[in-house]
């Protein structure tokens, strides 16, 4: 994203409508730093300006375009076809049977509005679980996939390293024997990044219900989730 310099007044009415503070002004113009934007044209799609001066910039890189999926909720990702950030919603696991009895489901959503992420720290996190026993999701179901060099190891590819989204979602799963280590895992690695992130676990209502997740979870010092979704079972899945 770019600003007409010529037309701008230096009025300072976009500056909080960016989500991750890429706009500031200099010498009473407003500047758009592109190492920070992530290109979510919140700017530009609202018309927050009363000069029109926001134009998007061509999205050249690879780089480029990935961050704009992940950060403008209007653009479907072409790999997987899903809106917003690319990924299928957990909730509609009735109908698409990505999460098994087994399994719990992994959803970890990195960076906020206000926050963003740089992939650097998205790749220390995923490389983290992916040694603690998470298996990604394929690139056909989440983006993110779609940038590792090995989606075994959740190494991304390096020229994404230094690109800033403003959310992505690392999405798999896990063994249910494995949670343990999971949270183990990102204990630690929570300590070594910028930004933010919240946990997703699914779990699918199975023999003596979630109670062996909650236990899991206090045993690592975790409270039992404040805040959670019920899927009654009513979808029809696509697989068996
Ligand atoms: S809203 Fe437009 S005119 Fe006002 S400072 Fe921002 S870019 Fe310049
Ligand atoms: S496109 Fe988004 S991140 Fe970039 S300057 Fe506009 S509001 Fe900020």
């Known amino acids: 994203m770019k600003v007409d310099s010529e037309k701008c007044i230096g009025c300072e009415t976009c500056l909080p409508y960016c989500n991750v503070g890429a706009i500031s002004m200099q010498d009473d113009v407003a500047v758009v730093d592109e190492k920070i934007c992530v290109e979510c044209w919140v700017c530009y799609r609202n018309r927050v300006c009363p000069q029109d001066c926001f134009e998007p910039t061509p999205l050249i890189t690879p780089g480029d375009v990935f961050k704009h999926v992940l950060s403008d909720p209007t653009v479907t990702s072409e790999g997987t076809g899903v809106p917003g950030r690319g990924t299928e919603e957990a909730k509609t696991n009735d109908v698409t049977g990505r999460f098994t009895p087994d399994t719990y489901g992994i959803c970890i959503d990195m960076g906020r509005p206000g926050v963003g992420t740089y992939m650097r720290d998205v790749e220390k996190v995923a490389m983290a679980v992916a040694g603690?026993?998470?298996?990604?999701?394929?690139?056909?179901?989440?983006?993110?996939?779609?940038?590792?060099?090995?989606?075994?190891?959740g190494k991304i590819r390096d020229e994404y390293l230094p690109v800033h989204v403003l959310s992505v979602i690392i999405e798999g799963t896990c063994k249910r024997g494995q949670l343990g280590p999971v949270l183990e895992a990102l204990l630690k690695v929570e300590k070594e990044i910028d930004t933010v992130f919240s946990l997703g676990i699914v779990s699918m209502a199975v023999g003596d219900g979630d109670e062996p997740l909650f236990q899991t979870l206090r045993q690592h010092g975790l409270e039992r989730p404040k805040r959670g979704k019920v899927n009654v079972g009513l979808g029809r899945p696509l697989r068996s």
Do not use: C
């Open 132 to 153: 603690a026993g998470v298996r990604f999701a394929s690139p056909k179901e989440t983006p993110l996939s779609g940038l590792m060099t090995d989606i075994r190891t």
